[in-house]
């Protein structure tokens, strides 16, 4: 089973500034690597696929890169709406493994 | 309108069983194949079983296999998991989840999910 390591847990930033979030997998899982958001009460909704393709209807400012073992999601200029938890997802290999997610907080 | 709706959620207690059914109207819901995800109270995201889109394929979590069954009814646009021998730490919210493809294995539709207790 591939593992995926997310940090930090949690991460606090102010609205307007650049959030950084890391995920890494134990194994190669080439660009096989989607990021979710995930707000309160509600179900996941999908942010990223192929490591960098943003999903429809996904604003510019959600950026993913990396490949491999390390991967980022870059959120560009925080807003209101964006603070949540996210979790990135292998799909390289079954079973099918999520990381343990990062929460974004407010400053 | 495209969606996922998850119904059968409720109490069981331990050992018991329990079928959960999702819903997919609005979109060609044969094409496509579809997977369940779990979330503990608390706690992350956890994948627990696909099927491909005419049922041919199946995949399950280790922590699942040979208690969970995944099968669907393309007729009735819907996808079930049937869930035996169920365990406390079981206690979570189901997710049906429907893949971009069929086989492509991330989650681009999800529904809201129903909570499942397992409780004596």
């Known amino acids: 089973e591939i593992v995926m390591t997310q940090s930090p847990a949690t991460l606090s930033v102010s609205p307007g500034e650049r959030a950084t979030l890391s995920c890494r997998a134990s194994?190669?899982?080439?660009?096989?690597l989607a990021w979710y958001q995930q707000k309160a009460g509600q179900a996941p909704r999908l942010l990223i696929y192929?490591?960098?393709t943003r999903a429809t209807g996904i604003p510019a400012r959600f950026s993913g890169s990396g490949s491999g073992t390390e991967f980022t999601l870059t959120i560009g200029s925080l807003q209101s709406e964006d603070f949540a938890v996210y979790y990135c997802?292998?799909?390289?290999?079954?079973?099918?493994?999520f990381g343990g997610g990062t929460k974004v907080e407010i400053k | 309108q495209v969606q996922l709706v998850e119904s059968g959620g409720g109490v069981v207690q331990p050992g018991g069983s329990l079928i959960l059914s999702c819903a997919g109207p609005?979109?060609?819901?044969?094409?496509?194949?579809m997977h369940w995800v779990r979330q503990a109270p608390g706690k992350g995201l956890e994948w627990v079983a696909f099927?491909?889109?005419?049922?041919?394929?199946?995949y399950y979590a280790d922590s699942v296999k040979g208690r969970f069954t995944i099968s669907r009814d393309n007729s009735r646009n819907t996808v079930y998991l049937q869930m035996n021998s169920l365990r406390g730490e079981e206690t979570a919210v189901y997710y049906c989840?429907?893949?971009?493809?069929?086989?492509?294995?991330?989650?681009?539709?999800w529904g809201r999910g129903t909570l499942v207790t397992v409780s004596s």
């Open positions: 099927i491909r889109h005419d049922g041919s394929i199946k």
């Open positions: 192929g490591a960098s």
């Open positions: 609005g979109f060609a819901f044969s094409s496509y194949g």
């Open positions: 194994q190669s899982v080439s660009s096989n």
């Open positions: 997802q292998q799909y390289s290999n079954w079973p099918l493994t």
């Open positions: 989840a429907k893949d971009p493809v069929d086989y492509f294995r991330y989650f681009d539709l």
